[in-house]
């Protein structure tokens, strides 16, 4: 068998995970500023006013939108990649 040298960098991304209730798995969701996002996402989630939420991410998702009643819980992950480039 031959061995195949994987060639890139690896990088570091920061993803948004979205729980939902009455959905078993989060949504992942990539933003520039992830770090913003989660913010405001913990801001609404403590908010006693319900509100569309409309997501434009980077990434394979590319729009989402919830009510702000149906988000139990954020979170902010970092993941590393392999970049080509």
Same mark, same amino acid.
């Given at each position: 068998m031959s061995q #195949? #040298? /994987?060639q890139g960098? !690896? %990088?570091t991304r920061m993803a948004v995970l /979205?729980?939902?209730r009455d959905v078993s798995n989060p949504m992942v969701l990539y933003f520039d500023?992830? #770090?913003k996002v989660y913010d405001d996402l913990k !801001?609404? !989630?403590n908010s006693t006013? /319900? %509100?569309m939420v409309e997501f434009e991410p980077i990434g394979?998702? %590319?729009k989402a939108s919830l009510l702000s009643s149906n988000i139990v819980g954020v979170a902010l992950q970092e993941e590393r990649y392999l970049s080509q480039e």
């Open positions: #195949q #040298q /994987v960098t !690896i %990088k /979205v729980f939902c500023n992830a #770090q !801001i609404l !989630i006013e /319900v %509100k394979p998702i %590319k």
